[in-house]
T-cell receptor, first 113, second 115 residues
Framework: AQSVTQLDSQVPVFEEAPVELRCNYS??????LFWYVQYPNQGLQLLLK??????LVKGINGFEAEFNKSQTSFHLRKPSVHISDTAEYFC???????????FGAGTRLTVKP | EPEVTQTPSHQVTQMGQEVILRCVPI?????FYWYRQILGQKVEFLVS????????KSEIFDDQFSVERPDGSNFTLKIRSTKLEDSAMYFC?????????????FGEGSRLTVL
């Protein structure tokens, strides 16, 4: 079975600063990795996903993530954040034979002016 | 753009009452899921459903829970006798494919408050 660890529960950052949200996974099989964002009082929206190919994945809203197999990581980055990026961010992993995702505990990103 | 819709958006119920949460998945999707998120905690997998039967369920999904696809469009989660600890946001999701991991499309959630 696969699992996900998000190392930071809260990340405060000033507007226009860069940010990295960390995610590590464990799995005995090939994995597929996802980042979802949850804005206040809304559902989960897919930011980006890694299925195969290039390890650097670009998503919506200027976010990107890099799959690092040796470090079993899939950290999310953005070079310059906006106030509107304030949200909860969830890393998720799915196995190769099912779509049953498992989520990390989430990282609350707070962007301050 | 097609989307997953959930009703009600918020339900308040008394402990011991039955609750049914409803979901309309995206029309051409074949795989359906329920997840829940207790306030301030992680999103937890409850159950997946395909071809009119449960394909996988978590430890949380005990005998108090059941799922059904009563017609061609709705996918429901029933909690038979609610407990205080069932208070959470419940998310429905659907996906088009199995085997090749794809994107799960989530609804906006149904907030259940058990008093």
């Amino acid at each position: 079975a696969q699992s996900v660890t998000q190392l930071d529960s809260q990340v405060p950052v000033f507007e226009e600063a860069p940010v990295e949200l960390r995610c590590n996974y464990s799995s005995s099989v090939s994995v597929y990795l996802f980042w979802y964002v949850q804005y206040p009082n809304q559902g989960l929206q897919l930011l980006l996903k890694y299925l195969s190919g290039s390890t650097l994945v670009k998503g919506i809203n200027g976010f990107e993530a890099e799959f690092n197999k040796s470090q079993t990581s899939f950290h999310l980055r953005k070079p310059s954040v906006h106030i509107s990026d304030t949200a909860e961010y969830f890393c998720a992993v799915s196995g190769s034979n099912n779509n049953d995702m498992r989520f990390g505990a989430g990282t609350r990103l707070t962007v301050k002016p | 753009e097609p989307e997953v819709t959930q009703t009600p958006s918020h339900q308040v119920t008394q402990m011991g009452q039955e609750v049914i949460l409803r979901c309309v998945p995206i029309s051409n999707h074949l795989y359906f899921y329920w997840y829940r998120q207790i306030l301030g905690q992680k999103v937890e997998f409850l159950v997946s459903f395909y071809n009119n039967e449960i394909s996988e369920k978590s430890e949380i999904f005990d005998d108090q829970f059941s799922v059904e696809r009563p017609d061609g469009s709705n996918f429901t989660l029933k909690i038979r006798s609610t407990k205080l600890e069932d208070s959470a946001m419940y998310f429905c999701a659907s996906s088009e494919q199995r085997g090749v991991p794809g994107e799960l499309f989530f609804g906006e959630g149904s907030r259940l408050t058990v008093l």
